[in-house]
């Protein structure tokens, strides 16, 4: 059996999963503020009857840290930056704690000029005397030379609970990405420290020893553990959950649009014949682009809890939430009260929500029922305008999957994919409404919890040799090794290959799975001085791809004794 945990900023949902199906899911209210017991609620709940013995895989998706930078409560973090010549690293700031220093590596991974001690002595002093308890370290060709960082991280090491190094989120070169991807490894660390602890000790809590996995913004897996090292890696772990559950259900040979419909977004996404599209730099949300390997999604501030509002007879939704519906004890009427009032939906108190939608109705001239007709009407049409747009969007630009590059590729979804606990509610509606196949996925309510339990694990590795230097280096991994002159590509890919499979296995892959790597990059320079070559320069990046683990089929079209309880 194997579980999948979706902490969400309204509900925390949780399955089991068997080869004889879906046997029990739960859905838990999610306090931002006591995680633990959020997360031990959800656990005990969902094992109750349930031997955790049987119990051999754990995936966890979330939206803390996603959550944390949409409402900027991360933690101030300090950083240090030394670039050398070229740009004033001053164009990247990231906040009032950040220092640029002295010191620098060229391309080649050569010293140009040393770093200062004193002035790191300094700064670590200010920093420390202003409360900064995380710092992040970026030299600029840090991937090529990483001495630098690693002699400032030594310098830094007694004044702070953890410093973070540029070199270890990503092999590819980009200098700004690369600040603002430490940065955010800084400052969402101590949330996702907190978030590790709860789920660490929930799981304990209930027996459970197996490993545990947090699935990534690519749509993949890495280990618990490993997430303490690369926090970033988790923002947007709540999308890819719903991307990776609506997977089984998309058409072969076409495209697809993904909608998550929560209690205070929608997620949007898109597949192409079952493959997922891809950033293939990295996450940008606000003012920051990263580094870190995501899939292609958007969010609109519009869900089934959203505030419903009326000025000058003009009707809002959202993009703020509340508190649940009025019909569930809520302050405000929302769309969820405009289903309870059309007999879409028969939970709640309909008395409730009829008294919100009423004045609803009244700012409208309309009669109840009517108004609950456009706030429903209303909901759809913002949702699949900034669906729409982002079609517009993706098809101005070159289309990347998980799998591949589509050039020329023009994005034409034929049939929408809804999730999401109103997903049900809302298929016909949008179907009528813009006459595309659409239909609620199966268990839509906890699909998330789904996509994430069937994640498989993933992870890159980015490779550079010099042949006239001798040494081949992926410093992502602190791994460097002496070669000879006659180092060739097949040797480059079988040092890649090896140290892929050690980096996935340690990472909780299983090693059946290995067959799912492929090079996304290869680069290859002849080294030419005095017109006399000298040696050769390689570089590859490889990957093991995301997907669904194997026989996944199984644990969707059966069905066990399947129990869902709603908290």
């Not at 090491?157 to 430490?182: C, D, E, M």
């Amino acid at each position: 059996m194997i579980i999948g945990l979706d902490v969400g900023g309204t509900h925390t949902d949780a399955v089991i999963l068997s080869k004889n199906g879906i046997e029990k899911s739960v859905k838990v209210p999610t306090d931002p503020a006591d995680l633990f017991n959020t997360v031990l609620s959800g656990f005990t709940q969902l094992l109750e009857s349930i031997d955790p013995s049987q119990i051999r895989r754990v995936v966890i998706s979330t939206t803390l840290t996603t959550n944390a930078i949409v409402q900027q409560t991360m933690e101030p973090v300090g950083m240090i930056v030394s670039a050398g010549p070229g740009i004033d690293p001053e164009f990247f700031r990231t906040g009032d704690h950040y220092y640029a220093v002295s010191g620098s590596i060229n391309h080649r991974g050569r010293e140009k000029a040393p770093v200062n001690e004193m002035q790191i002595q300094d700064i670590a002093g200010k920093l420390k005397d202003a409360g900064v308890e995380y710092v992040g370290v970026v030299s600029k060709f840090c991937v090529r030379n990483p001495s630098h960082e690693i002699l400032i991280k030594r310098i830094l090491n007694k004044y702070f609970k953890q410093v973070f190094l540029g070199h270890h989120v990503s092999g590819n070169l980009n200098f700004p990405r690369r600040i603002a991807t430490t940065h955010l490894n800084a400052a969402v660390f101590a949330l996702h420290k907190s978030f590790f602890e709860a789920v660490k000790k929930s799981l304990a809590e209930k027996g459970l020893t197996v490993p545990i996995q947090i699935l990534k913004a690519d749509g993949g897996t890495m280990s618990l553990e490993a997430s303490m090292h690369f926090p970033g890696q988790t923002v947007l772990s709540g999308p890819a959950a719903s991307i990776m559950g609506a997977i089984p259900y998309a058409p072969e040979g076409q495209d697809a649009i993904v909608l998550d419909i929560g209690g205070t977004t929608t997620d949007i996404a898109f597949l192409v014949d079952k493959a997922p599209l891809l950033e293939p730099v990295g996450i940008q949300r606000g003012r920051y682009k990263s580094l870190i390997r995501s899939l292609r999604t958007d969010s609109k501030g519009i869900g089934g809890d959203s505030a419903l509002r009326v000025s000058d007879n003009v009707l809002s939704i959202g993009p703020d939430r509340q508190g649940p519906a009025m019909a569930f004890g809520g302050p405000l009427p929302t769309p969820t009260d405009a289903l309870v009032v059309l007999g879409l939906m028969d939970t709640g108190d309909r008395e409730k929500a009829l008294a919100g939608i009423h004045t609803i109705a009244q700012g409208l001239g309309l009669s109840d029922e009517a108004a609950a007709e456009k706030v429903f009407k209303t909901c759809c049409t913002i949702i699949l305008k900034k669906t729409f747009e982002m079609i517009d969007q993706i098809n101005s630009q070159p289309v990347y999957t998980v799998h591949d590059f589509l050039e020329g590729y023009k994005l034409s979804p034929q049939k929408i994919l809804l999730l999401g606990g109103p997903a049900p509610y809302f298929a016909k509606k949008i179907e009528d409404l813009y006459q595309i196949d659409t239909f609620a996925v199966p268990e839509s309510a906890v699909a998330n919890a789904i996509g994430a339990a069937l994640a498989r694990t993933t992870c890159e590795v980015s490779l550079n040799a010099d042949t006239e230097q001798g040494i081949v280096t992926a410093h992502e991994e602190d791994f460097a090794e002496p070669i000879s002159k006659t180092f060739s590509e097949d040797d480059l890919m079988e040092t890649a290959y090896n140290l892929l499979r050690e980096k996935a296995i340690n990472s909780g892959a299983d090693p059946e799975n290995m067959d799912e790597v492929e090079v996304v990059e290869y680069q290859k320079f002849n080294i030419v001085r005095n017109f006399s070559p000298r040696g050769k320069i390689f570089r590859t990046k490889m990957q093991l791809k995301p997907g669904l683990i194997k026989g996944f089929e199984k644990m969707l079209h059966q069905r066990g004794n399947h129990a869902q309880s709603n908290a």
